[in-house]
C-alpha cells in the first residue's frame, strides 16, 4: 500500500473523528434510542475497528512474522502510539469533573477527591469500573472519559493480534472472521444464542460495550473482534492484483467514502420500537458489508493533489486526539442544554458549533504539544 492511498484511509479516520463528535453532541436532544437526532453514530467505532486491523496487518505482520520484530517489540510500539493520548483524556477528564456537576450528573457533587484519583488511576490502565461505582449512573465502564471503552477493545485485539493473529494466513483469518462473525450476528439481532444479552427492554444490538456489565462486555468483545479481524483479512485480499486493480479503477474515492460514512450515520433508526431487529440489520449490514467496501476503495484511491494529501494526512493525525479529548467538553454541555432547552434556536446551534470548534482546537493543542512529542521521545527512549 503506497503512501498516497494510506493518506486516503487517514482522512476517512478524521472524517468519523468528526462525525462522532456530532453524534455525541446531538444525544444531548434525545437520550431515546429511537428518537435519536443522529442515530447511528456508534458504529463509526467498528469503522475504526476495520481501518485498525487493515493498518495493522499493513505495519506489523510481515516484520513479526519474519522475525525482524518481537511481540515485546510490537507491544512498545502499541504503547507509545496509543497510550500518551489516553493519559491526557484522563487528566483532561479529572480536569474537568466537578465542573460537570449538573441536574444530569447530580452526583458528581457528592465524589471525593479520593474517588476521582482512583478513576485517574483506572482510566489510565485501563481497568473498567462496574457501574455501581459510577455517579455518573449510567454505567460507563471508564468514568472520567466515556470514549476510551473501545480503547480498551483495541487494546484487547491487539494483545490477540501479538498472541496468534500475526502468524494467520487468509484461511485461518476467515476462520477467526467467521467465529466472531456469529458473535456480531447474535448481537446485532439480539439472538441470544449463548443467553449473554437483556432479555427485556430495547435490544442493545451493537450500541453497547461501553459499560461494564457482562452483556456490554460480550457485544464490545464481537465488535472489536470481527471489526478488526476483517480489517487483517481485508488486507491479506487486497494483495491479490485483481482486487486492488478493481479498487483502483474507481474515482473520487475520498469524496464517495467519506459520503459513505457521513449517510451511515444520518440515518435515522430503522423500525421503530415495534420491529427493533430492522435496525439490527443495518447495523450488521454496516460492519459486514458497508465498512470494509469504504477501507478497500479508500485503499485502492489516488489523491489528485498536494493539497488534499495535505488534508487527508492531517485529518489522520488529529483524528485520535479529537477521538479521546471531546467528550470531557461534551459532558459540560449535557449539563448546559438541561437548564437552556428553551433557549433561542440560534443560541443553541452556536454553542454546538463552539462545542465542535473548541474539540477540534483542543485536540490540534493535544497533538503537538502532547501526543507527538511524546510519542516521539519515547520512541527514541525504547527503541534505542
Known amino acids: 500500500m503506497d503512501r498516497q492511498r494510506y493518506d486516503i484511509l487517514d482522512g476517512l479516520r478524521g472524517v468519523a473523528a468528526i462525525m462522532v463528535v456530532i453524534f455525541h453532541i446531538s444525544e444531548a436532544f434525545s437520550y431515546d434510542p429511537v428518537e435519536k437526532v443522529l442515530n447511528h453514530g456508534f458504529l463509526c467505532v467498528d469503522f475504526f475497528f476495520v481501518l485498525s ?17 518481537t511481540r515485546w517489540q510490537f507491544i512498545k510500539a502499541r504503547l507509545i502510539r496509543l497510550q500518551p493520548m489516553i493519559v491526557f483524556a484522563t487528566l483532561l477528564g479529572a480536569l474537568l469533573f466537578y465542573l460537570q456537576e449538573s441536574p444530569v450528573y447530580p452526583g458528581i457533587k457528592d465524589a471525593s477527591l479520593g474517588y476521582l484519583m482512583a478513576n485517574v488511576l483506572a482510566s489510565v490502565c485501563m481497568l473498567p469500573i462496574p457501574p455501581e461505582w459510577n455517579v455518573r449512573a449510567n454505567g460507563e465502564m471508564l468514568l472520567l ?96 492484483p485483481c482486487m486492488a486493480r ?12 467519506s459520503l ?29 458489508l458497508l465498512f470494509p467496501f469504504i477501507v478497500w476503495l479508500g485503499a485502492g484511491g489516488t489523491l ?26 461534551v459532558y459540560l454541555f449535557f449539563g448546559w442544554i ?33 501526543d507527538e512529542p511524546i510519542r516521539q521521545w519515547l520512541s527514541k527512549k525504547w527503541n534505542k
Open 260 to 288: 459513505l460514512v457521513i449517510g451511515m450515520v444520518c440515518v435515522p433508526q430503522i423500525g421503530g420500537y415495534k420491529h427493533p431487529l430492522y435496525d439490527g440489520i443495518f447495523n450488521l449490514a454496516c460492519v459486514v
Open 304 to 329: 489528485r493533489s498536494v493539497a488534499s494529501a495535505k488534508w487527508c494526512t492531517y485529518l489522520g493525525r488529529i483524528s485520535y486526539p479529537l477521538y479521546l479529548v471531546h467528550y470531557p467538553i
Open 246 to 257: 478493481l479498487s483502483q479503477r474507481c474515482r473520487g474515492h475520498f469524496l464517495v467514502c
Open 145 to 240: 472519559n466515556i470514549p476510551q471503552w473501545s480503547m480498551f477493545f483495541e487494546y484487547i485485539a491487539n494483545i490477540l493480534f501479538c498472541l496468534f493473529a500475526f502468524r494467520l494466513g487468509r484461511k485461518g483469518l476467515v476462520l477467526l472472521v467467521a467465529a466472531f462473525g456469529l458473535l456480531l450476528a447474535d448481537s446485532a439481532l439480539t439472538l441470544n444464542i449463548f443467553g449473554n444479552l437483556p432479555t427485556e427492554g430495547y435490544p442493545l444490538s451493537l450500541n453497547a460495550g461501553w459499560s461494564g456489565t457482562l452483556e456490554h462486555f460480550y457485544v464490545g468483545i464481537a465488535r472489536v473482534g470481527f471489526a478488526f479481524f476483517a480489517g487483517m483479512l481485508l488486507y491479506h485480499l487486497y494483495q491479490l
Open 338 to 370: 438541561e437548564t437552556h432547552r428553551h433557549a433561542p434556536l440560534a443560541v443553541i446551534a452556536w454553542t454546538c458549533l463552539a462545542v465542535v470548534i473548541l474539540s477540534v482546537a483542543l485536540a490540534h493543542a493535544a497533538m503537538v504539544v502532547w
Open 53 to 69: 486491523g487493515f493498518v495493522v496487518a499493513h505495519a506489523y505482520q510481515a516484520r513479526m512474522k519474519s522475525g525482524r520484530m
